[in-house]
């Protein structure tokens, strides 16, 4: 599956190092390829998530969104898998409450509409 998702949460047994993490914080989520998300806003405030953070890059993939934490850390926030166009992720979101933020339900329909390109269904 790593293949296919081409971002990973990485376990703290594995070789790969740091391990993924996820903190409860606010952070900023700010679209990295707006020619690829089909939403209406650029930037957004979440006012506290759950945050994955030290994701591992198994195959390479366009990041859409990046996840910017108080602390200064970035984190992929939403990506396409580069092997197969029609698997996009939008990982904000793990706080029911957070979907009271119309930016939540947009990004995700955002990228349903990327993963139902044509481009997407022919890789």
Not at 2 to 30: K, L, M, N, Q, Y
Not at 39 to 53: K, L, S
Not at 97 to 114: R, S, T
Request: glycine content about 6%.
């Amino acid at each position: 599956f790593r293949e296919w998702i081409g971002v990973h949460w990485v376990w703290g047994d594995e070789t790969i190092a740091p391990g993924s993490g996820h903190p409860h914080v606010p952070c900023d989520v700010i679209i990295d390829r707006p020619d690829l998300f089909p939403a209406t806003w650029n930037q957004h405030w979440i006012p506290r998530d759950e945050v994955y953070v030290r994701l591992h890059e198994s195959h390479p993939v366009d990041v859409i969104a990046t996840a910017h934490l108080p602390d200064g850390e970035k984190s992929p926030a939403a990506w396409q898998a580069n092997a197969h166009r029609n698997v996009s992720v939008w990982a904000p979101g793990h706080r029911a409450d957070v979907f009271d933020l119309p930016v939540m339900v947009d990004g995700i329909a955002a990228m349903i509409q990327l993963a139902q390109r044509p481009s997407a269904t022919s890789a």
